[in-house]
């Protein structure tokens, strides 16, 4: 028994010389917790656990984290399973887009979230004409910061059942620094509100390399626009090229203050070429809008003018 009791001791303290005197062992608890939580990947925790494993004193400090990691590799693979695929394809993917018969619940949302801060190579997300609401935009989007989907170009959430809270949650991501690429989005049939567009229009003017803004038939009214073009500097939207924002309960008021921003050279690129999705020769830039017909010849006038500077095009 004794001898047993002095074996058991004998590899306590190997475990805890291997920690005091290896290449980790200056390093604290909370110190071991910031490093696995940087190779902490739900979709792939091999990376993890592997580090865990080389040297017998890691096991105790990292075993809240590992445990943890678990739990969302476990979610992530559930996840997975429900869209039709592994956890191996979906870090594959460039493109995502979960067919319309799949339920995702705020919980999956979640769940998405924190995969896709670990996909670095998806470019394209569409969660067009999903029951997200509010809750699963919040979902998603609460674990993207700083960095994360860096290849993203094209982010489709149309028609998502998604309010003012919703447009909120996601001005709050891309104000982290999410998506820094976004080139397209796709926010439209979503009563956003002027609300939702004026939490938008702060960060959306701030990417580079935003191409086109799909956000008509959003119940935006005149302030919403207001807030969209107020206060325009050199680079704000410099890449923009594309606006939808037909369908909306805009007046002459709104149409006037985006006039104003035209005018004062604000939106340099955007132009009249393809505002509208069919016909566009035969369609206004403020097209099923509350704005008169001269207000709206005026806004087209001045797009096209654009076009035959040679701006925008």
């Known amino acids: ?3 047993r009791a002095t074996r058991s001791a004998s590899h306590t303290a190997r475990a805890t010389e291997a920690v005091v005197t290896g290449p980790l062992g200056a390093l604290s608890h ?3 917790g910031v490093i696995v939580d940087g190779l902490a990947d739900p979709l792939q925790p091999v990376v993890a656990v592997a580090l865990s494993s080389t ?3 890691l096991r105790t400090p990292l075993e809240a984290a590992l445990e943890v990691l678990k739990e969302q590799h476990e979610r992530a693979a559930a996840l997975c399973r429900k869209m039709g695929m592994s956890c191996v394809e979906l870090v ?3 493109e995502l887009e979960p067919h319309l018969t799949i339920s995702l619940t705020a919980e999956d949302m979640a769940t998405l979230g924190m995969c896709l801060a ?3 190579r998806l470019r394209d997300l569409s ?3 999903s029951t997200l609401s509010d809750a699963g935009i919040q979902a998603l989007c609460g674990n993207l910061d700083h960095g994360a989907l860096p290849s993203i170009v094209i982010l489709c959430l149309s028609a998502s059942e998604c309010g003012p809270v919703g447009a909120e949650a996601l001005a709050a991501a891309l104000g982290r620094g999410a998506m820094p690429k976004l080139r397209d989005l796709y926010f439209y049939d979503n009563a956003i509100g002027n609300r ?3 939490a938008l229009a702060i960060p959306l003017r701030k990417l580079p390399f935003l191409r086109k803004v799909s956000i008509f038939n959003c119940e935006i009214g005149d302030d919403g626009v207001a807030s969209l073009v107020a206060d325009l500097g050199k680079d704000d939207f410099r890449a923009l090229e594309r606006l939808f924002v037909h369908s909306n309960p805009i007046t002459d008021a709104g149409a006037a203050k985006f006039l104003a921003a035209l005018d004062a050279g604000g939106l340099p690129k955007l132009n009249s070429s393809g505002q509208q999705p069919i016909n566009p020769d035969n369609h206004s830039f403020f097209d099923h809008c509350n704005v008169s017909a001269s207000a709206e010849r005026a806004v087209d006038d001045a797009l096209k003018k654009r076009v035959g500077r040679g701006v925008g095009v």
Request: proline share 5%; aromatic share 0%; hydrophobic share 50%.
């Open 1 to 3: 028994m004794a001898a």
């Open 30 to 32: 909370d110190e071991l």
């Open 55 to 57: 040297c017998l004193g």
């Open 92 to 94: 594959i993917l460039d």
């Open 118 to 120: 670990k996909l670095p």
């Open 127 to 129: 969660l067009t004409h």
């Open 196 to 198: 939702g567009l004026t």
